[in-house]
């Protein structure tokens, strides 16, 4: 028998492993989608020599030569990059840059917006008095699960952000792009620059995401398909939010939402909001397709009823 009341800790854990291997599967594409939303707005307005003007947005993985911290610069001061990193080629290696930042952000962003969405379901459900099933129900759900996800892992979405965007080298570990982030920000509170845009796109990620799954599934099969499907919703949902937090998080002068949002789409146009799409999608689809898959099959391991 499946008892359909599951420990808080036990679907936290279960979430957080899911997407912990799903995010090891998928991280180079994840580096591939972070370079591809920062490329443009470093080419255009950078104010330094070339490639001013004329971002050609092929993904390109950064060499210590072409990086700034730069985000979207329509003009005015650039920051400072980081101090000289030892010599390194790229390749491997440059792909998972960030890889020990998405582990430690699986486990904790993850784990609250996927684990906790089935309480967050229930909680929505009795307040709203609607069924479970209902669809307002998976969607508010969904979103709130992914709001508070998105607070608790932000420390480690903007070092992963940053250990992406940086050339190879930049940043020791973990524990380096953390506490350097901090410093340079004045405190702690830096680590959560970029924060609102995050929880932005972690609400409506998480209410495409397993709104759509939760509604659309039935059977391992459709399960894969559901996950694939919502992967389309979400990406397209989510994309201006996402882009704006990279940029916020990578970007120089402690620009706000507001002011990211004007630059970026007066240099790049609407256009600009979905930089990245498709590699964003080739990332989060299969990484919604095996995450939940892993997640649906370890809750059964464990002697509970599916999601």
């Known amino acids: 028998p499946h ?60 060499t ?28 491997a290696p440059v792909l ?3 890889l020990g930042a998405a582990l430690a952000r699986a486990a904790t962003y993850s784990a609250v917006r996927v684990g906790g969405y089935e309480r967050a379901r229930g909680a929505v459900a009795d307040a709203a008095g609607l069924p479970e ?44 792009a953390l506490v350097r982030s901090a410093a340079g920000a004045g405190g702690l509170a830096g680590l959560w620059r970029g924060g609102v845009p995050a929880v932005a796109r972690a609400a409506a990620l998480n209410a495409a995401q397993l709104g759509v799954y ?6 391992w099969g459709l399960e894969v398909a559901a996950a694939a499907v ?25 620009r706000g939402l507001a002011a990211t949002a004007v630059a970026l789409v007066r240099v ?8 990245g799409w498709t590699a964003a999608y080739l990332r989060l689809g299969p990484q919604t397709a095996l995450a939940l898959f892993l997640y649906e099959r370890l809750r059964g391991l464990a002697g509970w009823e599916g999601l």
């Open 133 to 176: 099933s209902a669809a307002a129900v998976k969607a508010v759900a969904g979103a709130s699960a992914g709001a508070a996800g998105a607070l608790v892992g932000a420390p480690f979405e903007l070092a992963k952000t940053r250990m992406q965007a940086a050339p190879p080298g930049a940043y020791r570990h973990l524990g380096d």
């Open 268 to 275: 790049e146009g609407v256009r600009g909001l979905f930089r």
């Open 64 to 91: 210590t030569a072409s990086f700034t911290l730069s985000g979207v610069h329509s003009g005015g001061g650039s920051a400072a990059p980081p101090p000289p990193p030892p010599p390194r080629h790229g390749g």
């Open 230 to 254: 919502s992967g389309v919703v979400t990406t397209t949902v989510s994309s201006p939010a996402d882009v704006l937090k990279t940029r916020m998080m990578v970007g120089a002068g402690g």
């Open 96 to 98: 998972y840059a960030g």
């Open 3 to 62: 008892p359909r009341v599951v420990p808080l800790w036990q679907s936290l854990a279960l979430g957080g492993a899911a997407y912990g291997l799903s995010a090891v599967a998928t991280h180079p594409l994840d580096v591939i989608k972070t370079q591809m939303q920062t490329a443009r707005g470093a080419d255009r307005g950078s104010g330094g020599g070339g490639g001013r003007g004329h971002g050609t947005g092929v993904p390109r993985l950064r």
């Open 214 to 219: 939760d509604g659309a599934k039935g059977g």
